[in-house]
Each structure stands twice: as structure tokens, then as C-alpha cells.
């Protein structure tokens, strides 16, 4: 059967006990993955070559020995940050990230820890599981934690793989994977929409529909710049300061939870309602949109909208087609096809076609055309 894996983040709310133990056990899975890139680093430079992953997992139960204060945390969250070493490891030699950074108290407030499963005199045990009527969620070394979300949920359907509990802005959160069935519904291609991604319009639809930047989110930028302000202005190492940072770090989660909301909102209608969603390839031209829109104060990311819309389509077997950058698709009329070069300019909001004589809207005619092209794409396809 075929599967997906999934994740689902609960808001944890642990004691002052559990609180401890989270921090202390994210403070060693730092200390080793920081021990075992220096490790690497040195070994590198003697040898020319560094120890695999495996080697380093050998080393662990020595390292334990040599500094005990770490067996006292779950052992798996250890073993996993190795792994995570390594994957930095392979990201860096696949250029995709840069060399593997030592981890401080700004990046890596997390661990990882996976569901080990085991049967003993015949009954089976867990090491993660989760309790949605008791709102309990059972994690190595930690027991029992109380968590919030998913009211409507009963259980997972599918295995829990792992879980990594994160710290943020002094507020605990883990992010359960689970490994589910998938069962496609049959494909029927009965509707088919185009998208054109935008800057103040995030997404502008074939069926002149705009999807505008949320308003929030600039109030929350706004909010951000003046903290900032705040913080420029005070002592270094007040408690002021502190405080402040705090708030700006909260600010930031809730800039993010507003624009995760507005694009799951988003791509959930869209994948709902049509059965073909067609949209333009992003490579160059979402860098270009990408490095203009960092300036603006409004930038989400388009590729997370791909990104999001891909996963969805392949869940929910609907297709996501992208056609050639190259297609102009703002420049050519949708009704008579005729090119107008003098489209180009990007300050043009609307024109009138010299041919036929319809007037466009600049994004709802480039998203039609988009859509007419990805309607040839999958009748050829046929
Ligand atoms: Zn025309």
C-alpha cells in the first residue's frame, strides 16, 4: 500500500520539571552535535577524510562515559543528532547548503526523537504515542506531557515514525511524523484553473479571483520595525532588552502562523475546487519576484505556495502542470491571442487590445493564458 508521511505540531504544555529536562536534553544533543562536527572538522584535516556517521554513532556510549551528565537524557535524541549531522554533511556536499554550522543558542532549540517500538510478553509498547481524549502526549524520558490541538481529532491513522519538540519564543511545541495510507480518489478532470503569482495579489486565478497579502501581516511587520527600534535603544544585557526580544521573537512566530494560515487557506480552495491547477515554472522568474519581494514588506514565498500546492495535488490525485516561464503569458491576449509587446512593462496594470479590443486586466488575462496553456499541455498529454 502506498503512504505518506505527515506531520502534525501540538502546542505542548509541559511542567516545570518537563521544561527542565526538554532544555536540558536539546542543550546535549547541541553538545554532541557540536562535539562530532568538530570531530569531523579534525579528522578532515588530519586525514584528509572524516568518520562516517556510523563510526561516530560507536563513539557515543564512550562519550557518555567521558561527560554522564548525558545519559541522562533520551538516547535516541542523541543518536538523531547525529543523523542530522550527517544530513547536514550530504546537503553541504550535494550544494545545497553551505558547510554545517556549530549549532548556539539561536539555531537548534530542538531535538529529534523517533517511535521505537518493542513487544514484551506479548504486549507491545510505544515510545511515543498520543492521546487525543486525554490531550496527553507520552515522549521518552519526558512521559506524559499535556498538549493542545487537533480538537477533532481521535487518533492517527498510520504509524507515528518520530517526533522533534521544539522551543520557541519560550513556548514548547512537538511535531509528531506519521506514516498514513494513502488511498487516491479517481481522477475525473472536470476543472481546470491557471494561477498567476503576484506580489500585492499573492495569486491571481483564471476565475478573476484575487487572493490579496493578508492585512495582518503588515500590521505585525509594522509592529516588528518598531520593536526593533526599541531594541536599538537599549542597554546591551538589560532585562529590557530581553524582554523586547522576546517580543519581537513572538511577533515573528505570529507573522509566520499568519501566512502559513493564508497559504494552507489558499491552496486548500484551490486544490478543493478544481482538478487541474496549472501555474507558470518558477525557477528564474520566482528568484527574480523572490529578490524584488525581500525588499517589500509583504513576502511570502511563492515556491512555499508550489511547494504546499504539489504535496496537496499528490494527496488528493489532482494535477499540478507547470508551463514554460518563456510564454508570455501577460503579453498575449486571452480572447484573440494577439502578442502586445508594450505589456512588458510591469507598471502597465490593464490594457486594451489593439485587435479585438477587450480590455484586460493585466494578472487575471496572464492567469487565463496560463490556464489555456496548461489545457494544451494535458490534451496532448492524452
Ligand atoms: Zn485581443
Excluded at 18 to 28: A, D, H, M, S
Excluded at 229 to 258: D, E, F, H, T, V
Aim: aromatic share 10%; with cysteine.
Amino acid at each position: 500500500m502506498q503512504t505518506i508521511l505527515k506531520g502534525y505540531i501540538l502546542r505542548l504544555y509541559p511542567t516545570d520539571k518537563q521544561k527542565e529536562l526538554i532544555n536540558k536534553t536539546i542543550g546535549c544533543t547541541r553538545f554532541v552535535y557540536n562535539h562530532f562536527l568538530s570531530d569531523r572538522i579534525n579528522d578532515y584535516k588530519r586525514a584528509g577524510k572524516s568518520k562516517s556517521c556510523y563510526d561516530q554513532i560507536k563513539k557515543l556510549p564512550g562519550l557518555c562515559k567521558e561527560y554522564p551528565w548525558l545519559s541522562e537524557v533520551d538516547s535516541c535524541s542523541l543518536r538523531s543528532a547525529l543523523f542530522s549531522l550527517d544530513d547536514a554533511y550530504k546537503r553541504f556536499y550535494s550544494k545545497q547548503n553551505g558547510f554545517p554550522r556549530f549549532k548556539n543558542k539561536d539555531i537548534g532549540n530542538s531535538y529529534k526523537t523517533n517511535n521505537i517500538k518493542n513487544t514484551y510478553k506479548d504486549k507491545s509498547y510505544e515510545s511515543i504515542k498520543v492521546d487525543f481524549k486525554n490531550k496527553i502526549i507520552a515522549l521518552p524520558k519526558l512521559k506524559e506531557v499535556k498538549f493542545r490541538g487537533y480538537r477533532n481529532k481521535t487518533s492517527f491513522i498510520g504509524n507515528i515514525k518520530s517526533a522533534v519538540i521544539r522551543r520557541k519564543a519560550n513556548k514548547y511545541y512537538v511535531s509528531v511524523l506519521v506514516e498514513e495510507p494513502l488511498i487516491l480518489p479517481e481522477f475525473i478532470p472536470r476543472s481546470i484553473v491557471g494561477l498567476d503569482l503576484g506580489i500585492k495579489d499573492i495569486i491571481i486565478t483564471s476565475f478573476n479571483e484575487k487572493i490579496e497579502n493578508s492585512l495582518a501581516s503588515l500590521e505585525v511587520k509594522k509592529r516588528i520595525k518598531g520593536l526593533q527600534k526599541g531594541l536599538s535603544r537599549c542597554k546591551p544585557s538589560s532585562k529590557n532588552r530581553y524582554k523586547i526580544k522576546l517580543k519581537i521573537q513572538r511577533a515573528y512566530m505570529k507573522l509566520k502562523n499568519i501566512r502559513k494560515h493564508l497559504i494552507h487557506d489558499v491552496t486548500n480552495k484551490l486544490v478543493k475546487e478544481n482538478d487541474i491547477i496549472v501555474m507558470e515554472n518558477l525557477n528564474i522568474r520566482g528568484m527574480y519576484q523572490l529578490h524584488s519581494m525581500a525588499k517589500s514588506l509583504t513576502n511570502i514565498p511563492l515556491s512555499e505556495i508550489k511547494r504546499v500546492l504539489e504535496y496537496k495535488c499528490n494527496w488528493q490525485n489532482k494535477k499540478l502542470l507547470t508551463i514554460n516561464r518563456f510564454y508570455p503569458s501577460s503579453q498575449t491576449c486571452s480572447v484573440c491571442g494577439y502578442q502586445n509587446k508594450k505589456v512588458k512593462d510591469l507598471s502597465i496594470r490593464s490594457w486594451e487590445c489593439p485587435k479585438c479590443g477587450v480590455l484586460h486586466d493585466r494578472d487575471v488575462n496572464a492567469s487565463i493564458n496560463i490556464m489555456f496553456e496548461g489545457l494544451k499541455m494535458y490534451v496532448n498529454s492524452l
